[in-house]
Each structure stands twice: as C-alpha cells, then as structure tokens.
C-alpha cells in the first residue's frame, strides 16, 4: 500500500468541494496528512482565502485548473472531491490526464480505477517513479469475521455516528495526534479513502464485499491492534442511515473496548433524509451500546464519550451545546476539533 509522507508534494484536485460537503477528503487531508500541500484546484474558488473559506489557517494558493497547479512543482495528485454519483465530470478526467502526463502521480479514492487509464499513455506507461494509488480496491485473502479481536489486550475505540459526515475520522485522527504527542504506542484503522490517504494503514471498507466486510476489518484490527497499546478504529456511516451497512460489520470486526459517538450539534433529521428522525442522544446511545453487546454475546462496550461537531456554531453557542449534551447524556462531551483531543483522551484512559 502506498503512504503518502513529508517528501511529497501534493496537489488537491477540489472543484466545487471547498464549499460542500464534496470536498471533506481533500479538506480532511488538508488537515492532517504528513505531506506538503502546494496548491487546492478549484474552478469557483481562485484566487481566495484558503482561512476565510474553511478556517483552516494555512497559506495554500486555491487555484483553477490542474495546469495551474503544476506551476507549483507537485509530484502527486490527490482526487480529494467525491461529486454526486461518484464519477468525475469528463472535463476533470481531462484534468487528470494532463497531470499524469506531465509526470505527476495520482492518489485516488474513487470508486472508479485510474490504473486502466496507463493504456492511454504513450508507450502504455508511466513515467520512471511515478504511480497510481486506487484505494478503493479490495485486499486478498479475506474471510468472514469471527470475533477474534476480543482476544486482543490493547484498548479499542470505536468512532460511531448519528449520521454520515459528521466528524467520526476527525475524532479519531485528533484522538490519534493527541495520543502519540503523549508517548502511547497508538495505532488508526482507517477506513475510507480518506483516513487511507492520510495514514496508509487500514482497509477501504466500502470497496469490500459484504459477507466478508467484518472479517476485513477483524484482519486489519488483529494486525495494528498487536502492535499497539491503543487502537482507534475509523466510524463509517450510522446505524440510523437507511442506507448505511458499514457501522455493524465495524462493531463486530473490531471488538470495541469502547464506543465514542460522534454528532453534529442541533442536527435533528439524517442528511438528504428529511424523513428520518435522528432520537434524543441518550435512546441513540442506547441502541448502540445494544448491539455492541449482542445480547450478551460478545463483551459491553460504553458509549464513553459524545465528540460533537460544532463547527457551524460560534464559540460561545457552541460551550453552551457541548454543556447541554453532556448534562443529557450523562458522558463526558467535547468537540475535539475545536477544542482539542487531550482532555476527552485523558477521559478515555481514565475509563476502566
């Protein structure tokens, strides 16, 4: 699996996702890779402040079009936007193109391949030292899941969620910072192609079949989880999405210790379906602490915290969320993002 490191000179290809919610594996990556970022790509966004767009406080140039981007020297493209459907407008496969013939190497996150467009090139060939990274590709070699992760020693923490994109990577990746700037041997199970890009160990869980989605994340879990002290496992989806089917194959291939349970701040109905109720926190907390538990077939795992997201709020409304949540729940709650991971990790190991 390719890693992506401090050497590398990253370009995010971001059209139209700085502003939506298309764009928060380019934007997450923004955030927390090893890498350099040298330039954003997106068409509605050049030329504007990178701070008064996302609050993210870094000097990057946003600019329009992959050729403008390769008068900043990056060796690798990131695909960080996810459009509707999942495929990428012709114009910007152009884009792509233009980049790897220019000799850049690609990461990739979509469902799509890019490895067949090699075919295209002249010779049918990359350049000496230049790649491509599909993620979403399916590792070899899996079985079905069966509860082995129990067995192991180390602590296992679970990020899960009211919803889809509501911060269930970024807690675990602040957990993760937090963690390892402590001196404890921490190890992330990424999940999705973002958490993969940014840390390069894990599975992509969506690209796996699903008779066999627990055993992957079992594999992957029995694999970092023996080399550390603490394991924090990357969320996908919710229990509560009616098309979700990430969240189950993820509690029982992981084994949780514990579970952190991730919400955005005043957020009543699941995204894009407004027919669907999110409950009070405390019957979500429930549901998840039950099926954790199996019936009493596998070991409890406590909702030990709340991370709520309270980027939409000010500061103020947002202490004031955060002291609201925690008094309903009874479980110690922060936005980790915001505020910090240290006191929610103190927290963490301080629960028996």
């Known amino acids: 699996m390719q890693h992506l490191t401090s050497h590398h000179r990253v370009a995010i290809l971001l059209h139209r996702g700085i502003r939506d919610r298309s764009g928060k594996t380019g934007l997450a990556f923004l955030r927390y890779g090893e890498a350099e970022v040298v330039a954003l790509i997106d068409e509605d966004c050049t030329g504007e402040s990178l701070v008064d767009l996302t609050g993210i406080d870094r000097q990057i140039p946003i600019v329009a079009s992959v050729t403008d981007a390769l008068a900043y020297q990056p060796d690798v493209l990131l695909i960080g936007v996810a459009p509707s459907g999942g495929q990428l407008p012709d114009s910007?496969?152009?884009e792509v193109k233009l980049g790897i013939l220019a000799g850049v190497s690609v990461v990739n996150g979509l469902h799509s391949a890019m490895t067949p467009m090699i075919e295209d090139l002249p010779g049918g060939r990359l350049q000496k030292g230049q790649w491509i990274w599909?993620?979403?590709?399916?590792?070899?070699g899996l079985g079905i899941g069966k509860g082995l992760a129990r067995r192991l020693p180390c602590q296992r923490l679970l990020t899960v969620g009211t919803d889809m994109a509501v911060g269930k990577m970024s807690t675990g990746l602040e957990l993760r910072k937090a963690a390892i700037a402590q001196g404890i041997n921490t190890k992330f199970v990424a999940t999705g192609q973002g958490g993969l890009?940014?840390?390069?160990e894990g599975i992509p869980l969506d690209a796996v079949r699903?008779?066999?989605a627990a055993g992957a994340v079992e594999q992957a879990v029995l694999d970092l989880g023996s080399r550390c002290d603490l394991l924090l496992i990357e969320g996908q989806g919710s229990l509560l999405h009616p098309g979700s089917t990430a969240t189950l194959p993820l509690i029982r291939g992981s084994q949780p210790t514990g579970l952190i349970l991730v919400h955005r701040a005043g957020q009543t109905h699941i995204h894009n379906c407004p027919d669907?109720?999110?409950?009070?926190?405390?019957?979500?907390?429930?549901?998840y602490e039950a099926v954790a538990r199996g019936a009493g077939a596998y070991g409890p795992a406590r909702v030990e915290a709340i991370a709520l997201n309270t980027a939409h709020l000010k500061p103020k409304a947002a202490k004031g969320a955060i002291a609201q949540v925690q008094q309903a729940t009874g479980r110690f709650c922060t936005d980790v993002v915001r505020f910090g991971a240290i006191e929610l990790l103190h927290h963490l190991l301080k629960t028996p």
């Open 92 to 94: 910007w496969w152009e």
């Open 134 to 140: 599909d993620i979403r590709q399916e590792p070899p």
């Open 197 to 200: 890009m940014i840390v390069g």
């Open 210 to 212: 699903v008779d066999f």
């Open 276 to 287: 669907v109720e999110i409950p009070p926190l405390p019957a979500v907390i429930e549901l």
